[in-house]
C-alpha cells in the first residue's frame, strides 16, 4: 500500500479519538480500540459495496437504494467524528441487517438465500463493535439480527420484487450465493483474527505486566532484605552499645565501691600508728598490699572465677579481723560440686555484702564470740550464696546509726550495679535479706541470700 494510502487509511482509522466526550469519566476503558474498530469496519463495507452498487445501474431505484446504504454504512465515520460513538456502532449494527432484508425484498419474489447469508454473516458487528465490556448493547444488537433472521422469510414475500427486474436469477444466482458465502466466510476471518489479536496484545499486556510487576516485587524484596539487615545491624550495633555501656557504668560503681573500701582500711592503719602498735600496722600494711594488687587484677574483667572472688575475700576478712580485734570469726564453706577455678561470678559482688555484715552487725556486739560464715552452694545454672552473722541485727543497727550525719553509699552503689547487672530482667541476680531471731524473739544476727544466674 502506498504511503499516501496508509496515511489516509490511518487518518480515517483514528477520527474521532481527539474528541473531549473520549475522555469522560464512566465510558468502557477499551472504547479507543471500538472507534478505531467502528471507522475501519465503515470503511471496509463503504468501499467494497460501492463498486457493486453500479450493477444495478439500469435500476434507478436499486441504485439509489445501494448507494444510499454505502453512504450510511460509512456514516459511522462523521458521527464519530463529531463524538456520537455509541450511535455510530448502532447504526453498523441495526441497518446492514435492515437493508439486506429490504433489499432481498426488492430483488426476489422469495427467501433470498445468498441475501440471508449476508444477514447471517452481520452477526460479527454486534460482537465486535460493542464486545462484553458493553454487554447489554452487544445483545440487543444480537437480538435485533436475531429478529431479522425470524421475520426474513415473510417480509421478503411481502415486499414485491421490482417490476425491472424480471426474474429471481438475476441476483439470486450461483454466483451471487458463492459471492455472499465467500462474504460472510471473510467477515467471519476478519472477526476471528481480529479477536486472536486481541486476546493475544491482552496476553503480551498482561505478560510485560506480570513482568513488571515481578521485577517490581524483586526490587521491592531486595529492598526489604537490605533494610531488614540494615535493621539486624543497627540492632547488632545498639546491643553492642548498650553492652558496652553496662560494663563502663559496672565498672564506673566498681570504682566507687574499691574507695570505699580502701578509706575504710586505710582508717585502721591510721589506728595502729595512733596506738604506736608498729607490728600491728606492719601486718596490717601487708595484707592491705595483697588485698589491692588482688582488687586490681580482679577488676580487670566484669566477671572473674569463684577462687579469685574469694581470695579477694580472704584478704578483706582477715583486714577487718585485725581492724576490729578479732571481734569475730569467719567460715567458708564452698559446695564440693562447685568447680572455683572455672564457674565465674561478677567481681566485688559480695564484699559489700559481708562489709555490712561486721559493719552494722558484729561490729557492735560485745566480746568475741562473733561469726560469720559464708556458703556458696552449687543449683546446676546458678550460684546461692549465703551470708550470715550472728550480729545485733538491722533494727538495732539503725538505732545505732540514727544519730550520725554521714550517709553510707555501699548499699546504693550495689543495688545499682545488680540492676545493670541484669538488664533484661528475665533472669535478674536475686536479693533476700532475713533478719534471725533467737528462741525468746530476740534479734541475732541477719541473713543475706544471693542467688546469682551462671552463664
Not at 545499682?416 to 544476727?445: H, W
Amino acid at each position: 500500500m502506498p504511503a499516501s494510502l496508509t496515511q489516509l487509511w490511518q487518518s480515517l482509522s483514528i477520527l474521532g479519538l481527539n474528541h473531549p466526550r473520549l475522555s469522560q469519566p464512566g465510558l468502557p476503558a477499551d472504547l479507543d480500540k471500538k472507534v478505531v474498530l467502528c471507522n475501519r469496519m465503515a470503511v471496509t463495507i463503504g468501499l467494497t459495496l460501492f463498486p457493486a452498487t453500479f450493477l444495478f445501474w439500469s435500476s434507478p431505484w436499486l441504485f439509489t437504494f445501494y448507494l444510499v446504504s454505502v453512504l450510511t454504512f460509512m456514516s459511522p465515520l462523521l458521527l464519530n467524528f463529531l463524538g456520537y460513538f455509541t450511535v455510530s456502532r448502532l447504526v453498523l449494527t441495526i441497518t446492514p441487517s435492515l437493508y439486506v432484508l429490504v433489499g432481498a425484498g426488492l430483488t426476489t419474489n422469495g427467501p433470498a438465500m445468498s441475501q440471508q447469508i449476508d444477514l447471517m454473516a452481520s452477526i460479527v458487528f454486534p460482537l465486535l463493535l460493542f464486545q462484553l465490556t458493553e454487554s447489554r448493547k452487544m445483545w440487543f444488537g444480537l437480538i435485533w439480527i436475531g429478529l431479522m433472521l425470524l421475520i426474513f422469510e415473510p417480509v421478503t414475500r411481502f415486499i414485491p420484487r421490482l417490476p425491472e427486474l424480471v426474474s429471481d436469477e438475476q441476483t439470486e444466482n450461483a454466483a451471487t450465493r458463492t459471492a455472499s458465502g465467500l462474504f460472510a466466510f471473510a467477515m467471519v476471518t476478519a472477526a476471528f483474527l481480529y479477536q486472536q489479536r486481541i486476546s493475544q496484545q491482552t496476553e503480551a499486556r498482561l505478560a510485560e505486566t506480570l513482568r513488571l510487576a515481578e521485577e517490581k516485587g524483586e526490587t521491592v524484596w531486595q529492598q526489604h532484605e537490605q533494610l531488614q539487615r540494615q535493621m539486624s545491624e543497627i540492632e547488632r550495633q545498639n546491643g553492642e552499645i548498650e553492652r558496652i555501656n553496662r560494663i563502663l557504668r559496672s565498672q564506673a560503681l566498681k570504682a566507687q565501691i574499691n574507695p570505699h573500701f580502701v578509706f575504710n582500711a586505710l582508717n585502721s592503719i591510721q589506728h595502729f600508728v595512733v596506738q604506736k602498735n608498729t607490728m600491728e600496722a606492719l601486718s596490717y600494711l601487708t595484707k592491705f598490699a595483697k588485698l589491692i594488687r588482688q582488687v586490681l587484677e580482679n577488676s580487670v574483667n566484669e566477671r572473674i572465677p569463684v577462687a579469685d572472688e574469694l581470695k579477694a575475700l580472704t584478704y578483706y576478712l582477715d583486714l577487718e579481723r585485725l581492724r576490729f580485734n578479732n571481734a569475730f570469726a569467719y567460715q567458708i564453706e564452698v559446695d564440693e560440686t562447685l568447680d572455683v577455678h572455672t564457674i565465674e561470678v561478677p567481681s566485688m559482688l559480695l564484699q559489700p555484702y559481708v562489709e555490712n555484715a561486721i559493719v552494722h552487725g558484729l561490729r557492735h556486739r560485745s566480746g568475741t564470740s562473733g561469726q560469720l560464715t559464708i556458703c556458696l552452694l552449687y543449683q546446676t545454672d546458678q550460684l546461692l550464696c549465703v551470708i550470715e552473722d550472728n550480729g545485733i541485727g538491722r533494727q538495732a543497727s539503725r538505732a545505732f546509726s540514727a544519730g550520725r550525719t554521714h550517709i553510707s553509699r555501699g548499699t546504693t552503689v550495689t543495688d545499682n550495679r545488680l540492676r545493670l547487672l541484669s538488664p533484661d530482667d528475665t533472669n535478674p541476680i536475686s536479693v533476700i535479706t532475713l533478719d534471725l531471731f533467737d528462741t525468746a524473739q530476740q534479734p541475732c544476727g541477719t541473713r543475706v541470700e544471693l542467688v546469682i544466674p551462671l552463664l
